[in-house]
């Protein structure tokens, strides 16, 4: 079990946790949505500017555990600078891997393999998919044009 | 063999008084679970607010039901179908003496807390509650006694009211005379918290309630397995509450009523063993208790039910409440010893039971508890069936230890040393 839980608190994670990427919130963004994880009572404001078709800044704000801060600053960190298909074709893989299907992660994104010690604690999967849900959701809003404020529940 | 006697033999503190405690050490022989090793740890088990677990006695009577006894009952005429009316019958009566002495068909089984509580709200409620009136509520209530009075309010449009706390974690009974009112039809409070430990005034409480013409519904769920409860002294209306967390088995709950109210109430369920005349056009309805006890029961885990209740009775329910009120003192004085650690709701032994809530300033409860089961420590974390609560606390989440009777201070000093190692292990 000890090796259970240092494979889900690595380094990597809890080094995220103590000190959260993006963690402060933007002057201007084109883009807000909130995360809530209704089990656990974690939730997360994110806010991101666009600038044409690039992610140009992003603040993810999480009240939570280790393990949904952790994850909000690896996506703070991973999708600054990225377009909006490529943020969201990310999302969507950090999604898969946390499902426990086989992806190939990106040298550049090395910190997500991290994420995969969660999934020995089945409860524990909804928290690392709380930011990742919250931004493919903002980010849909966005491309169908409703840019307002949005609240996503993760459910899955 | 251990026995009663040496479980309940005083203890003799290191001043040399003696001191009404219970033998942990003999008690956790009886509890076969306890023996168990989560994660290469001896189990130390500190959630028993939201099950306890079972002594041998109770496993064993499981056991010797389906083996001796099991039949379906009071129907059938055979010597089976007679045995095992008769024990589930005996428990009844033993529920009846267990708090305080009333009259067994005043005993209503249910699946547990929650679906007394739902009783009541959907059949006395359906009939006495109208556009206007109040009901008042806690705002300590578990989601069980909060969700079907917000639900009946609005159906009816009554107003629901409730008796606010202080920032101690008790009631704040100062202005309880304009929440109890005229228009108050039913004042609905837990007996104990299951967040802060709190024992609520419920004798008080009646007495407001009865002074206005309105009735008294207690939660027992966290009071009747830690302490003596008499419903007749309290002159509570309705007191509900589960086996499970009194040492008996999970799907059996208690619903208790007055007589005069009971008998006037229309029943819940509908079907079989509940009915007296059946007519494709009119139905009459059993006497009590069975007016309320539609189908056929969880009866084996009615039978073993009677054991869990000896079992306490053994021990006695003031040493249990002694024990505990020790137990208690010293967890909330030891984990006052932890930085920045904050206990939720009365901060002394006194006035409140073994439930405690803490929080850490640095650690979500989620990550408390996935490290203290990685030694082995069971406590719950989260919201606690308590959302509107924990909003009035300004927490999101709280981890809860809970103590019993198999609980001593070395199950308290392996969480502190656990807690303490936690937070050298995630760096705050």
């Given at each position: 079990m000890?090796?259970?839980?240092?494979?889900?608190?690595?380094?990597?994670?809890?080094?995220?946790?103590?000190?959260?990427?993006g963690?402060?919130?933007?002057?201007m963004?084109?883009?807000?949505?909130?995360?809530?994880?209704?089990?656990?009572?974690?939730?997360?404001?994110?806010?991101?500017?666009?600038?044409?078709n690039?992610?140009?800044?992003?603040?993810?704000?999480?009240?939570?555990c280790?393990?949904?801060i952790?994850?909000?600053?690896?996506?703070?960190?991973i999708?600054?600078?990225?377009?909006?298909?490529?943020a969201?074709?990310?999302?969507?893989l950090?999604?898969?891997?946390?499902?426990?299907?086989?992806?190939d992660?990106?040298?550049?994104?090395e910190?997500?393999?991290?994420?995969?010690?969660?999934?020995?604690?089945?409860?524990?999967?909804?928290c690392?998919?709380?930011?990742w849900?919250?931004?493919?959701?903002?980010?849909?809003?966005?491309?169908n044009?409703?840019?307002?404020?949005?609240?996503?529940?993760?459910t899955? | 063999?251990?026995?009663?006697?040496?479980k309940?033999?005083?203890?003799t503190?290191k001043?040399?008084?003696?001191?009404?405690?219970?033998?942990?050490?003999?008690i956790?022989?009886?509890?076969?679970i306890?023996?168990?090793?989560?994660?290469?740890?001896?189990?130390?088990?500190?959630?028993?607010?939201?099950?306890?677990?079972?002594?041998?006695?109770?496993?064993n009577?499981?056991?010797?039901?389906?083996?001796?006894?099991?039949?379906n009952i009071?129907?059938?005429?055979?010597?089976?179908?007679?045995?095992?009316?008769?024990?589930?019958?005996?428990?009844r009566?033993?529920?009846?003496?267990f708090?305080?002495?009333?009259?067994?068909?005043?005993?209503?089984f249910?699946?547990?807390?929650t679906?007394?509580?739902n009783?009541?709200a959907?059949?006395?409620g359906?009939?006495?509650i109208?556009?206007?009136?109040?009901?008042?509520?806690?705002e300590?209530?578990?989601h069980a006694?909060?969700?079907?009075?917000v639900?009946?309010?609005?159906k009816?449009?009554?107003?629901?009211?409730?008796?606010?706390?202080?920032?101690?974690?008790?009631?704040d009974?100062?202005?309880?005379?304009?929440?109890?009112?005229?228009?108050?039809?039913?004042?609905?409070?837990?007996?104990?918290?299951?967040?802060?430990?709190?024992?609520?005034?419920?004798g008080?409480?009646?007495?407001?309630?009865?002074?206005?013409g309105?009735?008294?519904?207690?939660?027992?769920?966290?009071?009747?397995?830690?302490?003596?409860?008499?419903?007749?002294?309290?002159?509570?209306?309705?007191?509900?509450?589960?086996?499970?967390?009194?040492?008996?088995?999970?799907?059996?709950?208690?619903?208790?009523?007055?007589?005069?109210?009971?008998?006037?109430?229309?029943?819940?369920?509908?079907?079989?063993?509940?009915i007296?005349q059946?007519?494709?056009?009119?139905?009459?309805?059993?006497?009590?208790p069975?007016?309320?006890?539609?189908?056929?029961?969880?009866?084996?885990?009615?039978?073993?039910?009677?054991?869990?209740?000896?079992y306490l009775?053994?021990?006695?329910?003031?040493?249990?409440r002694?024990?505990?009120?020790?137990?208690?003192?010293?967890?909330?004085?030891?984990?006052?010893?932890?930085?920045?650690?904050?206990?939720?709701?009365?901060?002394?032994?006194?006035?409140?039971?073994?439930?405690?809530?803490?929080?850490?300033?640095?650690?979500?409860?989620?990550?408390?508890?996935t490290?203290?089961?990685s030694?082995g420590?069971a406590?719950?974390?989260?919201?606690?069936?308590?959302?509107?609560?924990?909003?009035?606390?300004g927490?999101?989440a709280?981890?809860?230890?809970?103590?019993?009777?198999?609980?001593?201070e070395?199950?308290?000093?392996?969480?502190?040393?656990?807690?303490?190692d936690?937070?050298?292990?995630?760096?705050v």
């Amino acid at each position: 079990m000890n090796e259970q839980l240092d494979d889900m608190y690595r380094e990597v994670i809890l080094d995220h946790y103590r000190a959260p990427r993006g963690s402060v919130p933007l002057q201007m963004f084109d883009i807000t949505n909130d995360g809530r994880n209704p089990s656990c009572g974690d939730e997360l404001e994110m806010q991101v500017k666009v600038n044409g078709n690039t992610v140009e800044d992003i603040h993810v704000g999480c009240k939570g555990c280790a393990i949904s801060i952790a994850s909000g600053s690896m996506l703070a960190e991973i999708v600054k600078g990225k377009s909006i298909e490529e943020a969201k074709r990310i999302a969507q893989l950090v999604r898969s891997l946390l499902k426990g299907e086989e992806v190939d992660i990106p040298d550049d994104m090395e910190d997500i393999d991290a994420l995969q010690g969660v999934k020995q604690f089945p409860v524990r999967i909804k928290c690392a998919l709380l930011a990742w849900v919250t931004l493919i959701q903002g980010l849909d809003n966005y491309e169908n044009g409703h840019a307002a404020q949005g609240t996503t529940a993760t459910t899955e | 063999m251990q026995t009663n006697t040496q479980k309940n033999q005083a203890v003799t503190k290191k001043d040399g008084t003696p001191e009404c405690r219970l033998d942990h050490a003999v008690i956790r022989e009886d509890f076969p679970i306890l023996k168990t090793e989560v994660n290469g740890h001896p189990l130390v088990y500190l959630d028993s607010a939201a099950t306890s677990q079972k002594p041998r006695v109770v496993i064993n009577a499981i056991l010797e039901y389906y083996r001796k006894k099991n039949a379906n009952i009071h129907r059938g005429l055979h010597f089976l179908a007679e045995e095992a009316t008769a024990a589930y019958e005996k428990t009844r009566q033993h529920v009846a003496r267990f708090i305080g002495g009333v009259d067994p068909s005043q005993i209503i089984f249910t699946r547990g807390t929650t679906e007394g509580i739902n009783l009541v709200a959907y059949t006395w409620g359906e009939e006495n509650i109208k556009e206007g009136d109040e009901i008042v509520i806690t705002e300590m209530e578990h989601h069980a006694n909060l969700v079907p009075w917000v639900m009946l309010a609005k159906k009816k449009n009554a107003v629901l009211k409730r008796i606010p706390i202080t920032f101690c974690g008790h009631l704040d009974m100062s202005n309880i005379d304009e929440i109890i009112t005229e228009k108050t039809k039913i004042v609905c409070a837990t007996h104990m918290s299951n967040v802060l430990g709190t024992i609520n005034p419920i004798g008080e409480l009646a007495e407001k309630a009865h002074a206005v013409g309105a009735l008294l519904l207690a939660d027992g769920a966290q009071s009747v397995p830690h302490m003596a409860v008499d419903v007749k002294e309290l002159d509570a209306d309705f007191y509900t509450f589960s086996s499970h967390k009194m040492l008996g088995p999970t799907g059996v709950g208690i619903l208790y009523g007055k007589r005069e109210i009971l008998e006037a109430m229309p029943p819940f369920n509908m079907g079989g063993e509940m009915i007296d005349q059946v007519y494709f056009d009119k139905v009459t309805w059993a006497e009590l208790p069975h007016k309320f006890e539609a189908g056929t029961p969880d009866i084996a885990d009615v039978v073993a039910f009677d054991a869990a209740l000896t079992y306490l009775e053994e021990l006695g329910m003031d040493r249990v409440r002694d024990h505990e009120h020790y137990l208690t003192d010293y967890t909330i004085k030891r984990l006052g010893e932890l930085p920045g650690l904050e206990i939720q709701g009365p901060q002394e032994a006194e006035g409140r039971g073994g439930a405690i809530s803490f929080t850490d300033p640095d650690l979500h409860p989620h990550d408390i508890s996935t490290f203290l089961d990685s030694k082995g420590i069971a406590i719950r974390a989260g919201h606690h069936c308590a959302q509107p609560l924990l909003r009035i606390l300004g927490k999101v989440a709280t981890a809860r230890a809970s103590l019993y009777v198999y609980n001593d201070e070395s199950d308290v000093d392996r969480l502190v040393q656990a807690l303490t190692d936690m937070r050298r292990y995630f760096g705050v």
